[in-house]
Structure formats: structure tokens, C-alpha cells
């Protein structure tokens, strides 16, 4: 008993802390949407564009009304409870804002200039708003089409100097971030499985965040994986998004489809006498997820290998590369970016991973292809940043790009 009252004693505490973290992160999260509504708010109906009098209450209910909401649809469409409907239109509507403060912000300093100038006269405010409004119209309705459009294929040679001439021209499809979701994208899903199939690929990759949901919730989006076909083999690694809907059942569900699931593994493929080591690791979040047995382990995704042969190493975020480029891969092929998917978001992703598409070198040996991702997470927009199906065609010998 005497043991038991210290623990009493700081549960209180403990308590008490949790509830002051939990304030403090719905404050920052209020502020940070406050901050996305200032500028539409000001450039739409406060800066002087002189509407009717309903205009700039009711846009500035509105607006008010999506700070209170959107929290509490994002809890209850991507917490516990998992609501399609709600996430759908928190995920949404925070896409629409998004675009809506890029173009408020870029109008707003447009005005300022304008007003520099003596241009546009008393109604300047009237027509920037007008601007700004038709603009961000246009790029969302662009934008969802080609969120939801199948990707177009992007080619792309790689030369590997390890790579024997029985695997030259190998042809690798690589697919990243299908993110099947709240939205149902069953049939993008068989369109996107017919496009990879029409490429005749040798090596099929799903470089991870597969989808937002547990396999049974998201079972009829994923299905037409199965009907993907290769050469040589289909692999697919975890992303971040699998650690928060069972991870594990992912890895499971994959195998059922007929692709290799390379949990800290790798599979070898042949071709005239010439061998390729496939690799793939968990994501970089799997550690910190608390699932027994999940890590980024690269010793143990090459463990047994021949040291003598090429390694392609599936990793599903770019920032993985300085582990590869110390253990000497030769080409480590990632997702998580999304080119940013609604621009210029590219920008934040820059200050946490070292490429946000396309492909670069790192070290001497390793190169490093970045995919735009093949669906999208959350706002079902794509604004400057297209996705896209990978066909990388491995060609042996030769030199890497350039720096």
C-alpha cells in the first residue's frame, strides 16, 4: 500500500499535464486557422471593395463558422470514430482554404502594389477581390480534376553502373501514395491497375501510404492491385499513413494481392545471368508507431545479400536517403512528398525532406528517384503538382545525372 500512494499521488498531475498539452495544441490549431482565414477575409470583404452590406457579415460568418467546424469534423473523420462523410468535407474544405489563402495573400500584396501605382482607381479593391475569387475557382475545379483523373505515365532512364547487362533495359513501374480514402476510388483504382499493366512492367513498386483506413475499410479500393502484373516481382513497402490503420494487416493484405511485402527484406531477381537485389525497409514512423517488430532496418532488409549486386531500395520517404548513401545503394526509390500537391506547399515540404521530386544523387553511388505520388492525401485537389505513374527503365553502365 505504501508504494501505491506515490502513484496516487501523481496521477492528478499527470492528468492535469495531458489536459494542459491538449489545450495548448487545439490553441496553436485554432490560431493557425485563424491565420488561414485573415487574408481571404480581408482581401474578399474588409479591404475596401465597398459590397452591399450583407457581403461582409456573411463572409465573415462563414469563414467563422469553418474555424469552429473544422476541428471538429477533422476528429471525427480521421479520429477514432473514422466518419467518411465528415472527413470528406473537413478534408475538403481545408484544400479550398488553402488555395483560397495562397491567391488572398498574392492579391492582397497585388493591391498593395497597385495602390503604389495609383492603378485601378476607387474600385481596385472590388476587382482584385473579383480576382482573387475567380482565380482560386478556376484552380480548384482544375485542381479536383486532376486529383482525380488516372495519372499520366512519366519515363525516365536511370543508368546504374552496377547494373549487369542481362538486366539492362529492366523496366520498373513505380505507384506511391494511392491513398484510397474517405473518398471511393474503386474504380480509379482498377483504371490505375490497367494503366500500369499496358507498360509491360519487370518490376512493380508500391513505394507505401497505401491508403487512410484499415484493409477492411478500404478492401474494394485496393482490390485491383491484384490484378497488377510483372515480369519479375511486385514489392511494396509501408509508408507513414499504414501506422495509423494497422500496419501490419497492410503488409498481410498485400500478400494476398500477390505482391512481395518487403518488411525489412529483399527478394533477388535474375535476367541473363545478372542479378538485382530489391530492398525495401518500414517507414521511418514505424519505430516510434509501438509495433512490436516494425523499424527502419536496412542491416536486416540486406541481410544474406551479395554485396557484389546492384540493390534498389524501396524506402517511402526520401529522407531515408543519407542511410542509403552510407550503405552504398544504388538507387533508393520514394513517395510521402506529393510534389507538394497543392502549390506552394512544395515549399514546407522542402524544410523536412531533402528532394521533393524527380531524381537526385546522393553520395557516390546512390541516386534517389522521388515520386509526385500516384493519388492524394486529404484535399482532393492537385494544384502545380501532377500525379503521376512512374516508368523508370534501369540502363546498366554508363555515368549518374549531374548534381
Not at 497597385?114 to 480576382?131: E, N
Not at 557484389?308 to 512528398?337: N, R, W
Request: charged share 20%; with cysteine; aromatic share 6%.
Amino acid at each position: 500500500m505504501a508504494e501505491a500512494r506515490p502513484e496516487t499521488a501523481q496521477a492528478p498531475g499527470r492528468s492535469a499535464g495531458r489536459r494542459g498539452s491538449v489545450i495548448r495544441r487545439l490553441a496553436v490549431a485554432v490560431l493557425v486557422l485563424v491565420v488561414l482565414c485573415l487574408p481571404p477575409w480581408w482581401t474578399l470583404f474588409a479591404s475596401g471593395a465597398d459590397w452591399p452590406f450583407p457581403v461582409l457579415p456573411a463572409g465573415t460568418v462563414v469563414l467563422a463558422a469553418w474555424v469552429v467546424a473544422f476541428p471538429l469534423l477533422m476528429v471525427a473523420g480521421h479520429g477514432p470514430r473514422r466518419s467518411d462523410r465528415a472527413a470528406r468535407i473537413a478534408d475538403t474544405s481545408l484544400g479550398m482554404v488553402w488555395v483560397l489563402f495562397t491567391w488572398s495573400v498574392l492579391g492582397g500584396l497585388a493591391d498593395l502594389v497597385l495602390t503604389g501605382l495609383d492603378v485601378g482607381g476607387t474600385g481596385r479593391a472590388r476587382i482584385v477581390a473579383v480576382a482573387v475569387a475567380a482565380v482560386t475557382a478556376g484552380l480548384l475545379g482544375w485542381g479536383h480534376h486532376e486529383a482525380m483523373r488516372v495519372p499520366r505515365v512519366k519515363r525516365l532512364d536511370v543508368h546504374v553502373p552496377r547494373l549487369g547487362d542481362g538486366l539492362d533495359g529492366t523496366r520498373v513501374v513505380v505507384l506511391a501514395d494511392t491513398h484510397y480514402g474517405p473518398i471511393d476510388r474503386a474504380a480509379w483504382s482498377a483504371r490505375v491497375a490497367e494503366a500500369v499493366n499496358a507498360l509491360d512492367a519487370d518490376v512493380v513498386v508500391h513505394a507505401g501510404d497505401i491508403a487512410d483506413g484499415t484493409p477492411a475499410q478500404r478492401r474494394e479500393q485496393a482490390a485491383p492491385l491484384g490484378t497488377i502484373r510483372s515480369r519479375l516481382a511486385k514489392v511494396y513497402v509501408t509508408g507513414n499513413h499504414e501506422y495509423s490503420g494497422e500496419a501490419q494487416g497492410w503488409l498481410d493484405r498485400m500478400a494476398d494481392l500477390g505482391w512481395e511485402p518487403l518488411h525489412n527484406r529483399h527478394v533477388v531477381v535474375e535476367r541473363g545471368g545478372d542479378a538485382l537485389v530489391l530492398a525495401g525497409v518500414d517507414d521511418v514512423t514505424a519505430e516510434s508507431s509501438g509495433l512490436a517488430g516494425h523499424r527502419a532496418n536496412l542491416l536486416g532488409a540486406l541481410a544474406g545479400a551479395d554485396p557484389d549486386h546492384p540493390v534498389l531500395l524501396v524506402a517511402h520517404q526520401p529522407k531515408y536517403v543519407p542511410q542509403a548513401a552510407a550503405a552504398g545503394i544504388d538507387l533508393q526509390i520514394s513517395g510521402h512528398t506529393h510534389g507538394g500537391q497543392i502549390w506552394p506547399f512544395n515549399f514546407l515540404v522542402r524544410l523536412d525532406q531533402p528532394v521533393v521530386h524527380g531524381l537526385s544523387r546522393h553520395g557516390e553511388r546512390t541516386q534517389l528517384y522521388t515520386s509526385r505520388g500516384t493519388g492524394f492525401w486529404g484535399p482532393p485537389f492537385r494544384v502545380f503538382a501532377p500525379s503521376e505513374i512512374t516508368l523508370l527503365t534501369l540502363r546498366s553502365g554508363g555515368t549518374r545525372p549531374a548534381a
